[in-house]
């Protein structure tokens, strides 16, 4: 989800929409500070003196890409289901929908993790942040509509939800939200 931004935003907005966009399209490791910097139209010490170094620029570009997921999934799923067992499966729903878009280049979690091979990045903690969020999303909807076991059932449910980021980036992403949506399903019904 590209964010679209004006002309009258700050230097600091123009980079990281820039880095952004650049980041998820091409790959963080793929561009570089200096492509950043020509198509923000910023110099590159605004960028340093905002973020001070690329790594800083990835964990903010990840933090949005969190921020922003998270907040469309938590108003997303109270209209596609009401009860806390429907939004489960709701979830891979709006799933579908997501990597249908023709913008989706898979999900930036993985993909930075892939890129950020070491575990000390900054950007590799946001990432452990954003999935610890979405597994206790799952483990709180399940505990919810008291299901037993409910941490293990988020476990196993986000199992499946990376397996639709990843699959739709080599086969049809609805497909794939439609069997991972079945097979949630079938562990529901234990």
Known sequence: MPATRGVADSPRERILSV??????????NAV????????SGAAKT??????????ELVAAYLRERSTTWRTYLTNELPKRARSPRQRLLALF?????????????G???????AELADASRPGREIVAE??????E??????????????AELAAELQMLYDAVL???????GATSARRARRMAQLILRG
């Open 166 to 172: 990843v699959s739709a980036q080599v086969e049809d």
């Open 93 to 105: 729903d709006v799933l579908g929908g997501a990597v249908i878009d023709a913008s989706f280049r």
């Open 107 to 113: 999900c930036p979690f993985i993909n930075a993790t």
């Open 32 to 39: 570089g500070v200096d492509t950043i910097v020509a198509q």
């Open 19 to 28: 880095a952004s966009d650049l980041f998820y399209a091409r790959g963080i």
């Open 46 to 55: 605004t960028l340093y003196a905002n973020f001070g170094s690329k790594d």
């Open 130 to 135: 954003h999935r610890a969020w979405v597994r």
């Open 137 to 150: 999303l799952l483990r709180g909807l399940a505990a919810q509509a008291g299901l037993n076991r409910p």
